[in-house]
């Protein structure tokens, strides 16, 4: 029997004519449909040349024919590389030369810039825009719906996500069907998914939170979503009555508690709201479940690994905790020198171990190594603390890794532009809680005595350059880096200096 997270949700699903996506421009997709797509666009992506274990990098708006080629890529054995939207192609080029996908999927309007990256690693080019229009369709469009899925064993990979790390290149996560649907099965358990249920899905489908999480969750538990291509309060207001489940990133909850409509007989008709992939606030916590009667279920996952720890659905959601581990996941602390085994409370680097976590590290045989103990325990890189009552709490990173809404940022890849730039001598770039995004990317400046170069200058000149949550939100000007004794600059001093830079507090 065939381990493909594809043919595990076929077996699973008993009702094909039941509603699987609601589009936003009203257009409803039943599961059947959502087979028949996927099959149309699996034949494509074989008369491409793509073969089992060969990877699909796409990097295209959000939509529904958009989300059918991550089940397309698995039906037809292929390892699917969802690319941020945001990324520039000085960026992209460094993740097509890394992952010699033999086939891309773009927007038209990139088609030409992509195109010559392709070229490098001999792979073709297909568009797809936000309408769900372009090559990639039309061709579906002349495909049968019929396909026989690509048997995979549960150790293959299904995809990989590439993740910032806090040296070197980004690393790609090579993601497996069994880490796919061992996640998703136990989600649809612990958050109480029915096929009754219905998601507003308003995030995006490059990142594990909306792909993975999201997706895989209501596929499996036969439920509906009402598919939004961003983030729209007042759209998400709206659907609330006919809804029942909310998962976001903390952004979401800061924007829609300004709504003035928000109270408890608006959410009346919710069940479930979730946040992740950034620190949610204890006052934003505090504040929402003031207002909607609801407490924000948080939980803790990472590219890696999916989701380890989550708050229960029933008992007490902790403000400023991630809840327990997940059925199957054990989360330990250890002294991150020693390595030694920490107890209650005590602060140490988290690790974890389950059928979740990730294969390995594309093409990093050594860095994968250096990231397990020899006990099988990923070594996340995140402090944090298990409680007496068994709560686990993060308090921070290892190292310096910067997370801005939901996105991993990786602070040496803006600090070697900045300092490329005329009229800087040097830079550190930090992250500082946000209410908004949960840390904002800010640039520490040491300028040359010869130039004035300003905050408008700097960050004018990153434009291009970098994606914009990359982006600095503020640059400050300071005559010194502040170092230890061997020279190295502490972060962690300016940290603390500027921690209530976005706060006003």
């Known amino acids: 029997m065939s381990d493909n997270l594809f043919d595990r949700l076929v077996r699973n699903t008993t009702d094909l004519a039941r509603t699987a996506i ?4 009203g257009t409803i997709y039943s599961y059947g449909d959502l087979f028949d797509l996927s099959g149309r666009l699996a034949n494509v992506l074989v008369q491409q040349g793509v073969k089992p274990g ?24 292929a390892v699917y590389l969802p690319l941020n939207t945001a990324y520039t192609l000085a960026e992209l080029d460094y993740f097509i030369g890394d992952s010699e996908p033999s086939l891309i999927v773009c927007d038209p309007a990139s088609e030409k810039g992509m195109t010559e990256l392709a070229a490098k690693v001999g792979a073709k080019v297909l568009t797809l825009d936000p309408l769900g ?27 990989i996500l590439y993740t910032s790390g806090t040296t070197g290149r980004s690393k790609g996560a090579m993601l497996t069907h069994d880490n796919l649907h061992s996640n998703a099965a136990t989600l649809v358990d612990y958050w109480r998914f029915t096929k009754d249920d219905v998601l507003i899905h308003a995030l995006p489908i490059y990142h594990t939170h909306g792909l993975f999480v999201a997706t895989n969750v209501i596929l499996f538990s036969g439920a509906s979503m009402i598919f939004l291509p961003k983030f729209d309060p007042e759209r998400i207001m709206s659907l609330m009555p006919r809804a029942t489940a909310l998962m976001g990133v903390p952004t979401f909850y800061v924007r829609l508690l300004q709504h003035p409509n928000l109270n408890k007989e608006s959410v009346k008709n919710m069940r479930l709201f979730v946040s992740g992939s950034a620190p949610l606030l204890a006052d934003t916590h505090r504040e929402w479940s003031a207002k909607t009667g609801h407490a924000i279920l948080e939980r803790y996952g990472m590219t890696e690994t999916n989701m380890n720890t989550s708050n229960p ?31 209650a409370d005590e602060i140490g680097m988290i690790e974890v171990k389950g059928p979740n976590v990730f294969k390995g590290y594309w093409r990093m045989p050594e ?44 602070p040496k890849e803006i600090e070697s532009e900045i300092d490329a730039m005329p009229g800087v001598f040097e830079s550190a770039v930090i992250g500082v809680p946000h209410p908004d995004f949960g840390e904002g990317v ?64």
């Open 133 to 159: 229009k372009g090559a990639l369709m039309d061709a579906a469009a002349k495909a049968p719906t019929s396909f026989n899925t690509v048997a995979r064993k549960g150790d293959d990979l299904a995809a």
């Open 313 to 343: 659905y029933e008992g007490d959601r902790v403000p400023g905790a991630v809840g327990f581990p997940l059925p199957g996941v054990t989360v330990r602390i250890s002294d991150p020198e020693t390595g030694a085994l920490l107890g």
């Open 442 to 505: 800010t640039a520490v400046v040491v300028r040359t005595k010869a130039n004035a170069i300003d905050e408008k200058a700097i960050i004018a000149a990153l434009q291009d350059r970098l994606a914009k949550f990359k982006q600095p939100k503020k640059v400050i000007f300071m005559d010194d880096l502040p170092r230890n004794t061997m020279g190295k600059v502490q972060k962690n001093v300016l940290r603390d200096q500027f921690a209530k830079l976005f706060t006003n507090g």
């Open 22 to 25: 609601e589009n936003v421009d």
């Open 54 to 77: 060969d990877r699909v990098a796409v990097q295209i708006e959000k939509s529904v024919p958009a989300l059918m080629l991550y089940l397309a890529t698995l039906r037809a054995g």
């Open 367 to 410: 860095k994968t190594a250096a990231e397990f103990k020899p006990d099988g325990f990923f070594i996340t890189g995140d402090l944090g603390k298990i409680d007496a009552k068994g709560y686990v709490h993060i308090v921070g990173r290892g190292k310096d890794l910067i997370i801005t809404g939901g996105f991993n940022v990786y």
